[in-house]
């Protein structure tokens, strides 16, 4: 028997709602949305969604869209139990609309992403992968639990890989962990309490991920600009900074792209061995740095246990590897690593594995750096290019000197919400500076590692058009 799609449509919700598939308090995707999802025209999108709402079904609230509703009529189905009020009251407060948005359409084939951080799918080595494993003849493959602080030989391969940065340890001083950021969440839960003062650079990917807000310590959040104006004096002595630490990424920083010049380093370092604060030292870009020596990261000036070095294989070799290490005194390390195998029991053997074979082998190691390099300035010249010829007169940017990013700042206020979901509407995905620094509202980070070389120039023009549309449209 043939059933009208706008009664399917129905049909389909309710079903979902029955499931617990959506519950009450969920917001409904946007009727474009869903006349995508249904593949049908919005005419018929909002011939369903008005009955549902005659139902009592769905509630609409002004200018934010339509919501499961929380009315009685849910009592009579099965899956009732109303969980979005207890993710609402969480301690984990929702990473703003804007996160949310980007983590559930970083999936969508369809989008062009002018701003996600990872390699694109066509620099990942995978052939080398395939390699590492079909060549695999003089080392036995094992898949049991590894050591705490991770396999020894991976261990023995970082030491070998750290010394050509000028970083001398052994391989009591690392802990392999899965990606850098599970080395600064176990930084967070085995070294903080809740009175700690964390101090970061600010703007920040750390305030994108929100891997310390939670333990309510004191963040502390300086701007670069001022901690170059007082390198010598940016930590008042007068200050208690017990259980304290600094936070930051001295080479290629996301987003800003900002680095340290070697004798600001020096002076960071000293700075914080005076007042007794250890460093934490995110150097995951530090590689990826495009002319010239790399810079020096600070772990290798220290001469102290002063600072916690975290760096990992994820944005120059592939994200999914899930593969970074902490450097730092044996009895810290050995600590986090007794902490993460009461979390994960470790980091994935096969994972190990190949980072082993891929640190040991120049030929996977340094001739995959160089190509990634030289991919990745191909595709920056072509952003800054794109840039040049569409936003001369809609901001101001620098050329980054390694990594992925551009740092935009709009020379005309706008409401940047409004730009991420005009551009959502248009199959482009930015990330705005209110991510990274709440008082960054006119920025954008952009990305040149993630989106296709030959989509930048039609995604920039189209940004471009929807920010001048934007700009035109209040001065009228």
């Not at 028997?1 to 979902?16: C, G, V, W």
């Not at 390699?131 to 590894?146: C, G, P, R």
């Not at 901690?227 to 987003?255: D, G, R, V």
């Amino acid at each position: 028997m043939f059933m009208p799609k706008y009664k399917a449509i129905i049909d389909d919700i309710l079903s979902k709602i029955k499931n617990g598939d959506l519950e009450a308090g969920m917001k409904l995707p946007s009727q474009r949305n869903l006349a995508a999802q249904y593949r049908v025209n919005r005419s018929t999108i909002i011939q369903s969604l008005e009955i549902l709402q005659s139902y009592g079904i769905l509630e609409s609230k002004a200018r934010k869209g339509l919501y499961v509703s929380k009315s009685n009529w849910n009592t009579y189905i099965n899956h009732n139990m109303n969980w979005h009020d207890y993710i609402k009251n969480s301690a984990s407060k929702n990473n703003q609309y804007f996160i949310q948005r980007i983590n559930e359409l970083e999936f969508d084939a369809h989008i062009l992403r002018l701003s996600t951080g990872e390699l694109s799918p066509q620099l990942i080595p995978n052939k080398q992968f395939q390699d590492i494993f079909s060549k695999q003849t003089t080392t036995a493959l094992k898949t049991n639990y590894e050591h705490p602080l991770g396999n020894l030989n991976l261990r023995k391969a970082i030491v070998n890989h750290v010394k050509k940065l000028g970083i001398e340890c052994d391989e009591a001083n690392i802990c392999v962990t899965s990606g850098a950021l599970q080395g600064l969440k176990l930084i967070a839960d085995g070294l903080l309490i809740p009175n700690s003062k964390i101090i970061i650079e600010t703007p920040s990917y750390i305030n994108s991920v929100h891997t310390w807000h939670n333990i309510r310590a004191d963040l502390r959040f300086l701007t670069i600009s001022k901690i170059k104006q007082q390198i010598n004096t940016i930590f008042n002595a007068k200050t208690l900074y017990k259980n304290s630490i600094f936070y930051c990424i001295p080479t290629l920083h996301n987003p800003t792209q900002h680095s340290y010049t070697q004798t600001e380093k020096y002076k960071l370092i000293q700075q914080c061995q005076q007042t007794g604060i250890p460093i934490v030292e995110d150097d995951v870009y530090g590689d990826l740095w495009f002319e010239g020596d790399r810079p020096q990261p600070l772990k290798s000036l220290e001469e102290n246990d002063n600072i916690l070095y975290i760096s990992s294989l994820s944005k120059t070799v592939s994200p999914g590897l899930r593969v970074g290490w902490i450097i730092g005194k044996p009895s810290v390390v050995m600590h986090l690593a007794d902490l993460k195998m009461q979390n994960d029991y470790g980091a994935s053997s096969l994972s190990q594995f190949i980072a082993t074979e891929w640190l040991n082998n120049p030929l996977y190691h340094e001739q995959h750096l160089n190509y990634l390099k030289q991919a990745l300035i191909e595709r920056r010249d072509k952003f800054l290019a794109s840039l040049n010829q569409h936003f001369q007169d809609l901001g101001t940017w620098s050329i980054p000197k390694g990594s992925y990013y551009i740092w935009f700042k709009l020379n005309v206020p706008i409401n940047m919400k409004e730009l991420f979901d005009l551009a959502i509407q248009n199959q482009i995905l930015i990330n705005p500076g209110e991510i990274y620094d709440k008082k960054a509202q006119y920025h954008i980070r952009f990305s040149y590692s993630y989106i296709n070389i030959e989509d930048i120039e039609f995604a920039l023009q189209k940004l471009s058009q929807l920010i001048k549309k934007l700009t035109s449209s209040k001065t009228l």
